[in-house]
Each structure stands twice: as structure tokens, then as C-alpha cells.
């Protein structure tokens, strides 16, 4: 298995607090992506990383920021949690933009 | 709007068979195809890519792309009851380092 945790891997949360989601590898891959998945939706991509402090926008990124400070992690924030970003959230890993491996996953509630 | 399709099923399978899992695309710009397996409650899991025009054997899964016909699929053979799960399509869009659009899966189940 790739070496790709997440943490916290359950979070119930209320309306309106900030919440930041923790991936981390150990593979030194150069790139790394944070997805949502939602019934009826699929996977989405929110933002991605192509190095460290160089991040991008995905299809669904409003109400999420990332950070990127050392290789090996990439921190998903909410700075404000809705209802909507109940969810699960899935981190993934690439050498090359191509294969990706993902992580156990986030499942966040907020209430 | 870059789109990737699938049957969401289920698609019911006797074990033994072959199973037949397809995807369409919409971005003609595509390069890279990838089918992932999803057990309910658990990640995403690569089991296969290809990115050419063809076929890609590996164990008991095939995959095949047709980038004329904008179609990927994926079959298995030999099917296991362990088969039974979510197939994912997923394909990198042209123009590079957006990560994977995935389809919303087709679900799959291999009766005993």
C-alpha cells in the first residue's frame, strides 16, 4: 500500500467552525490531490498540489483553501463549515500526473 | 464541462462469467484511463491504466480504449464473488495537471 494517512479519519463538526484535514505520505511523491466524494456526485476534485507551496484550484474548490509547507503533507482547510462539505474526503498521491493512490479517507459531518 | 459516464447498474454477474464494464468521455483531448475499485466504505484502489489505443491484459482484467470512439472499458474474467464492488472510471482531461475526472461508478455484483 501506498504510504498515505489521513487524519482525523472522523470528524463531527458544527456549522460555522473551521476544520483542517491532515494528509500525509511517505512516499515523496511530488504530487498530491484532495477529492471529495458524495452520493449521486462521485469523486470531485477540490485542489491538488504540484509541489511544495505550489497549489491549484480544482472543480470544486469554493469554501476550501490547502496548504503545502513540506513535501510530505498537504492540509485541506474549511475555514467555515457548512452543512454542504458534509462528506467524505479522499487525499491521493502521484509521481507523475498519472497514477494516483489514495488515502483511508475523512469522514466529516457538519452539523 | 469535461464528462466521463457510466452505467451506474447494478450489474449482476454470475461467478465465473465475464464481466463487462464501460465508459464514455467527453474531452477528445484525454491521454491517460484508469479503472479503480471501491469496496463500499473503504478507497478508491488503481487496478488498472492504459493510453493507448487497444488492449491491456493484466491477470484476469482487460482493459481496452478506443480514443476514436471516445470509449473505455474494462473487463474481468473469471469473476469472483471478491469482484463485487464499485468500478470506478477515471481519465485525465487534456491539458494536464487538473488530477482525475472520474465517472459516478458502476456497481457490480458477482452472484455465487
Known amino acids: 500500500d501506498a504510504g498515505i494517512t489521513q487524519s482525523p479519519r472522523h470528524k463531527v463538526t458544527e456549522t460555522g467552525t473551521p476544520v483542517t484535514l491532515r494528509c500525509h505520505q511517505t512516499?515523496?511523491?511530488?504530487?498530491m490531490y484532495w477529492y471529495r466524494q458524495d452520493p449521486g456526485h462521485g469523486l470531485r476534485l477540490i485542489h491538488y498540489?504540484?509541489?511544495?507551496?505550489?497549489?491549484d484550484k480544482g472543480e470544486v474548490s469554493d469554501g476550501y483553501s490547502v496548504s503545502r509547507s513540506k513535501t510530505e503533507d498537504f492540509l485541506l482547510t474549511l475555514e467555515s463549515a457548512t452543512s454542504s462539505q458534509t462528506s467524505v474526503y479522499f487525499c491521493?498521491?502521484?509521481?507523475?500526473?498519472?497514477?494516483?493512490?489514495f488515502g483511508p479517507g475523512t469522514r466529516l459531518t457538519v452539523t | 464541462q469535461k464528462e466521463v459516464e457510466q452505467n451506474s447498474g447494478p450489474l449482476s454477474v454470475p461467478e465465473g462469467a465475464i464481466a463487462s464494464l464501460n465508459c464514455t468521455y467527453s474531452?477528445?483531448?484525454?491521454?491517460?484511463f484508469f479503472w479503480y475499485r471501491q469496496y463500499s466504505g473503504k478507497s478508491p484502489e488503481l487496478i488498472m491504466s492504459i493510453y493507448s489505443n487497444g488492449d491491456k491484459e493484466d491477470g484476469r482484467f482487460t482493459a481496452q480504449l478506443n480514443k476514436a470512439s471516445q470509449y473505455v472499458s474494462l473487463l474481468i474474467r473469471d469473476s469472483q464473488p471478491s469482484d463485487s464492488a464499485t468500478y470506478l472510471c477515471a481519465v485525465i482531461p487534456g491539458g494536464g495537471a487538473d488530477g482525475l475526472t472520474f465517472g459516478k461508478g458502476t456497481h457490480l455484483i458477482i452472484q455465487p
Open positions: 491521493a498521491i502521484s509521481e507523475s500526473q498519472g497514477r494516483q493512490y
Open positions: 474531452d477528445r483531448g484525454s491521454q491517460s
Open positions: 498540489s504540484y509541489g511544495v507551496k505550489d497549489t
Open positions: 512516499e515523496n511523491h511530488r504530487y
